[in-house]
Structure formats: structure tokens, C-alpha cells
């Protein structure tokens, strides 16, 4: 079945598919137990059956990790189970009463932090996960930490609305002060990184025995019983708010993994940030000049005739020599491409940087999941952080905590040329025009793409 395009619109408005389906990050420093509280969640939702249950059980003791053995419901290569870190972007996805979610665990060690940009670029939602034990919530939360910089990143992606779990309550007793402490301690700072209060809920949990997640009950619930009678994580899942679609733009859909397909054909899967797609559609792919045609569309791990913004795909195409797919290329309908671009202006926040932003100053772009090398190439004006108006032209640096309009080129590298990217003004396309910027593995400003230079 093909629809025509208004035929398909009409299609997805009845269907209200343009409002259901959440997607989830989990966020948090390295072991604070994302992987564990996530993998604990889908068995308590019945998920991960016993039997995968006990065989990651068994696998995981076996290397001598078997304290990870829920995260190994989540944690896919072997050298994420041999390292007991979590390294790519795993997708898994679960039904709450009202929300289907589909999950983002991102990797909390500080070297994949790439991989969680692109996780969160693609998340409606995140759930911060931060370890109570002794030291640990301080190391976790202290400068260099990632508690601090994932919640930014998260923030600065256009991710809105937060849950804090707050886990391994079991090491310190569940004791109420640790957890209030903890709490009036990220408050602040939540609200700082741009969240608003009435979006960010906390739960207390202890992942491991899976105390309140789905439900707080049993013998190892009763003493966070003594003091806590409000929601469980599941609970807060479903009170989400699905964000609004943007089906009526465009579809663009910025590919994130590729891998070879069943049969014929290559599989690409990735968020569709807006617009709908549909089987036998043809698409280009960005830059470069080749189409492919989708064959099936698979969301949920199901395969379905057509699907709307917000959802996270798996795209088997044909017609297409899978030498022109890459990570980071967007797929659109070749009647409405995506400007291609090696120049363009964007006004950005700069974070807690210690060395000044100068005009020169080289750095690694990330859009989606494509990282390039770019130099910040002008600085037209810093502007004031609340109103957004312009404070100094031309200013010399850019110092911290400050937000100017720059000018970004992308930078060539040894012999090859500079690739143009695939980039929308902010507001063209909301999710095509956010931007982060990073020097020497630090994550130094977050902004939006204001004017694109054609090339
Ligand atoms: N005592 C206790 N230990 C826990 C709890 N949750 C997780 N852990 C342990 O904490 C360690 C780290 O858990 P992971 O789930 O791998 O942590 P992670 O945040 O996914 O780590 P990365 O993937 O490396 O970022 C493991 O040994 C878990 O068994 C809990 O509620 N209580």
C-alpha cells in the first residue's frame, strides 16, 4: 500500500501516531547503574525472561562480573561485557500503561561521550541515574564528572523533561536525609542546565533488587517504605509528556548505525525527526547525490506500512550501493532536500570552558550523529545570555559561561577536503539546527544554526 502524501497525513492524524511514543536517555556518571537499573526494569516489565535473565547471570559470574549481570540484558558486544562498560547506544524498547518507550542507554565513561550525543540528540526524555553510596554521588557529581555534563548535553539536545533515580539506596541504608541531601544538591543545578522544576521528578531506587522501579514492595522495599509513599519510576515513565510531532515538515532522518539487512539490501536505522515516511518511497541521502528505496520500515521491532515523526527506525533500502551510506548522512525526500552547507552562523552558550573561545579556534562539530572537524572561523557578536540581545560586536574572545552569534567553518583534514553537512536553520527544522561544539574531548558550547551558506 502507497498513500499520496495527504492521503498519508490524514492517515497518521487518525492513527494518532503523530502523539504516542516516547524515547528515553539514561544519563548518569560511570557505574552509577543505568545498564542495571534499565535491565532490571525490562524484566520487571517482562521484558527479559528468566531464561535470558539466568543465562546473563551465569555468562556474567563466569568472567567474574556478576554484579553486572543485570546490565547484561542491555549491554550488547562482547567487549562491553568484558570491559563492564557500556559503549554504543542500546535500544530497547517497553510498554508502560499509557507510553510505549523506546530506551537510549548512553555510555557514562567519559570517552564515549560522542556516542551519548547521539543518543541524546535522539531522546524525548532522560532519566539521570545517580549512585547515593558514600563519595560516590560527589565523585560522580564534581567537575569532571558526568552527572553535570551529561545533564547540559541532554538540556542542550532539547531534552525537556528529566527524571532523577536516585540508586543504590541499599549502600547507605535508605536513609531519607542522604536522599533529600542529594536531592537539594541537584536541584539547583538542574534548573541552571536549563530544565524547568516542574519537569524534573525524582524517585529514589535501588536498581539492583529492583526496589521501586515497577513497585515497592517485599522485604528489601520496607524500610524506604518507612518514609516514602509517592510514585515508582514506572509511575513517573508514564506521566510523561509526548512531545508534538513535526509531521508536517519534511522527513529528514539522520542516520545513526548501518548494518547489513536480511536478504537484499542494507539496513539503516536512526530517529525520523520529522515528517513520514513510507514503503517504497525513494530518498536521497545527504551530501551526495544517490537515492535508495525503502523496502521496509521496522519501529518497535515491528514492521509497519508507513511511520511519523518521533520514531526511532530500522530502514531496509534498496536500489543504493551501500558504499554511499554513512553514519551521520540524513535521508529526505529528494523533492525537499536538506541544505548542504560549509559555512553557517549559530548563536551558542559556551560552557565551563577554562581556555577563551578566539576567532581561529579549531574544534569538533557534532550534528546528530556526524562529528567533523570546523574552526570557529568569526565572532560576530556576544550576546546577553537571557534576552539574546546583542551585547558587543565583534568581540576578541569568547570567555565562559558567556553566549555569542558565531560563524562556523568546516575544516579539511590532511588531504581531503572539507565535506559539507547537511544542516537546517533552527528555525526551518527544530531538531535539524542544534549543534554542539568540542575541543580536545571537552564539550565547550551547545548552540543553534541561525543562516546557512548554500554551497
Ligand atoms: N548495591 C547496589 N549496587 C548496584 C545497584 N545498581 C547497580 N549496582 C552495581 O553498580 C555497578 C555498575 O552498574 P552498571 O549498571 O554497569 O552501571 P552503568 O551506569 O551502566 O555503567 P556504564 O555502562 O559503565 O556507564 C554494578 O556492579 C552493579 O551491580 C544498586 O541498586 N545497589
Redesign the pocket.
Known amino acids: 500500500m502507497n498513500f499520496a502524501q495527504d492521503k498519508l497525513l490524514e492517515e497518521v492524524r487518525k492513527s494518532g501516531k503523530d502523539k504516542r511514543g516516547l524515547s528515553l536517555v539514561?544519563i548518569?556518571?560511570?557505574?552509577?547503574?543505568?545498564?542495571?537499573?534499565?535491565?532490571r526494569l525490562l524484566y520487571e516489565l517482562g521484558r527479559m525472561d528468566d531464561r535470558t535473565r539466568a543465562a546473563n547471570e551465569r555468562n556474567s559470574s563466569k568472567v567474574g562480573?556478576s554484579?553486572?549481570?543485570?546490565?547484561w540484558g542491555?549491554?550488547g558486544t562482547t567487549e562491553?561485557r568484558e570491559r563492564?562498560?557500556?559503549m554504543d547506544i542500546a535500544l530497547q524498547s517497553f510498554h508502560t500503561k499509557k507510553q510505549q518507550i523506546t530506551v537510549l542507554?548512553?555510555?557514562?565513561?567519559k570517552e564515549f561521550i560522542p556516542n551519548m550525543i547521539s543518543g541524546a540528540s535522539q531522546a524525548d526524555c532522560a532519566l539521570l541515574?545517580v549512585?547515593a553510596?558514600t563519595g560516590e554521588f560527589e565523585a560522580g557529581f564534581d567537575r569532571g564528572g558526568q552527572t553535570r555534563e551529561h545533564l547540559i548535553l541532554a538540556r542542550s539536545l532539547g531534552v525537556a523533561q528529566l527524571i532523577v533515580a536516585v540508586?543504590?539506596?541499599?549502600?547507605v541504608q535508605w536513609e531519607k536525609d542522604r536522599y533529600d541531601d542529594i536531592c537539594t544538591l541537584l536541584r539547583p543545578f538542574i534548573v541552571q542546565s536549563g530544565f524547568h522544576p516542574s519537569k524534573t521528578k525524582f524517585v529514589p531506587?535501588?536498581?539492583?533488587?529492583g526496589?521501586n522501579l515497577a513497585k515497592c514492595e517485599g522485604d528489601e522495599a520496607q524500610q524506604l517504605l518507612t518514609w516514602y509513599k509517592g510514585p515508582t519510576l514506572v509511575d513517573l515513565l508514564d506521566e510523561l509528556e509526548p512531545p508534538s510531532r513535526d509531521f508536517l515538515s519534511p522527513a529528514r532522518i539522520p542516520i545513526s548505525n548501518i548494518f547489513k539487512g536480511q536478504g537484499s539490501g542494507t539496513s539503516v536505522s536512526g530517529r525520523l525527526l520529522s515528517g513520514v515516511v513510507q514503503v517504497g518511497e525513494k530518498l536521497r541521502i545527504l551530501p551526495g547525490d544517490e537515492t535508495a528505496v525503502v523496502k521496509t520500515i521496522e519501529v518497535e521491532e515491528e514492521h509497519v506500512p508507513w511511520a511519523a515523526a518521533g520514531s526511532n527506525l530500522t530502514l531496509a533500502l534498496v536500489s543504493v550501493d551501500p558504499i554511499q551510506l554513512s553514519i551521520g548522512s540524513v535521508l529526505c525526500p529528494p523533492t525537499d532536500p536538506v541544505p548542504l552547507a560549509s559555512v553557517f552562523t549559530a548563536k551558542i552558550i559556551i560552557f565551563d570552558i577554562q581556555v577563551p573561545i578566539i576567532s581561529g579556534t579549531m574544534v569538533e562539530l557534532f550534528h546528530h550523529s556526524r562529528d567533523v572537524p570546523a574552526t570557529v572561523s568569526k565572532l560576530i557578536s556576544s550576546l546577553d545570555r537571557t534576552t539574546g540581545k546583542v551585547v558587543k560586536p565583534n568581540p576578541r574572545v569568547l570567555a565562559k559561561a558567556s553566549s555569542a552569534e558565531v560563524q562556523i567553518t568546516l575544516r579539511s583534514t590532511g588531504s581531503s577536503t572539507a565535506r559539507p553537512i547537511a544542516v537546517e536553520p533552527y528555525a526551518v527544522n527544530k531538531a535539524m539546527g542544534r549543534i554542539l561544539i568540542r575541543r580536545e574531548g571537552e564539550t565547550i558550547a551547545a548552540g543553534i544554526v541561525m543562516d546557512v551558506q548554500h554551497v
Open positions: 539514561v548518569g556518571h560511570v557505574d552509577a547503574g543505568k545498564s542495571t537499573l534499565m535491565g562480573k554484579s553486572f549481570s543485570w546490565a542491555l549491554d562491553e563492564g562498560i557500556t542507554d548512553a555510555p557514562g565513561h541515574v549512585d553510596s540508586n543504590k539506596l541499599d549502600q531506587v535501588g536498581a539492583l533488587s526496589v
